[in-house]
């Protein structure tokens, strides 16, 4: 299972982008990069996911580099709403096992 | 008009009470999933059911027995309960496909509480 390396904590002013990283060195060239959000104890949120080019959605964008060794999420503009832990994911195979990380801590400031 | 409905969602229960954990979901996917999130707040994937067929069992102690009676439901029952049992279940769903999963979705969890 390829696994996945974020930093445990970032901050970021309210209203400024958040730019999340990601390291995935062992993805496979199937496998898919998928973004997710936990607010609280909620269940997780969907954010974004991506294969190869860069995705832009209403929520993120996700960009991948070429050797798909790496990515970043950015959310925009942050809010205060947006404080969360942030997990990047490989999905494993077909299975749909989503393998979660301890992900970053994403404190969004006034 | 909830995706992945999940009750109840909180269940504080004695030792060795044996519990269920319904979850019922209106998107139409295929598959259904059990995760467990536990003190330390990571997220591990328990069971999974295809089409009503167990595709994924992680080693998770045999008193955890999923049923999945179609395929909009994944039901959790949990026999002789332990402390260590204590953590917030998360069931969510999705339709497979080739590398990818579409409209994975996750319920609002079910904080179980053993006391």
């Known amino acids: 299972d390829a696994k996945t390396t974020q930093p445990t904590s970032m901050d970021c002013a309210e209203g400024r982008a958040a730019n999340l990283p990601c390291n995935h060195s062992?993805?496979?060239?199937?496998?898919?990069v998928y973004w997710y959000r936990q607010i609280h104890s909620q269940g997780p949120q969907y954010i974004i996911h991506?294969?190869?080019n860069n995705e832009t959605n209403e929520m993120a964008s996700l960009i991948i580099t070429e050797d798909r060794k790496s990515s970043t999420l950015i959310l925009p503009h942050a809010t205060l709403r947006d404080t969360a832990v942030y997990y990047c994911?490989?999905?494993?195979?077909?299975?749909?096992?989503?393998?979660f990380g301890q992900g970053t801590t994403l404190q969004v400031k006034p | 008009d909830t995706a992945v409905s999940q009750t109840p969602k909180y269940l504080v229960t004695q030792m060795g009470n044996d519990k269920s954990i319904k979850c019922e979901q209106n998107l139409g996917h295929d598959t259904m999933y059990w995760y467990k999130q536990d003190s330390k707040k990571f997220l591990k994937i328990m069971f999974s059911?295809?089409?009503?067929?167990?595709?994924i069992n992680e080693t998770v102690p045999n008193r955890f027995s999923p049923k999945s009676p179609d395929k909009a439901h994944l039901n959790l029952h949990i026999n002789s309960l332990e402390l260590g049992d204590s953590a917030v279940y998360f069931c969510a769903s999705s339709t497979l496909g080739v590398g990818k999963n579409y409209g994975y979705t996750f319920g609002s969890g079910t904080r179980l509480t053993v006391v």
């Open positions: 991506g294969l190869k």
């Open positions: 062992t993805i496979s060239g199937n496998e898919y």
């Open positions: 059911y295809n089409n009503k067929e167990l595709i």
């Open positions: 994911i490989v999905l494993s195979g077909n299975t749909g096992k989503l393998i």
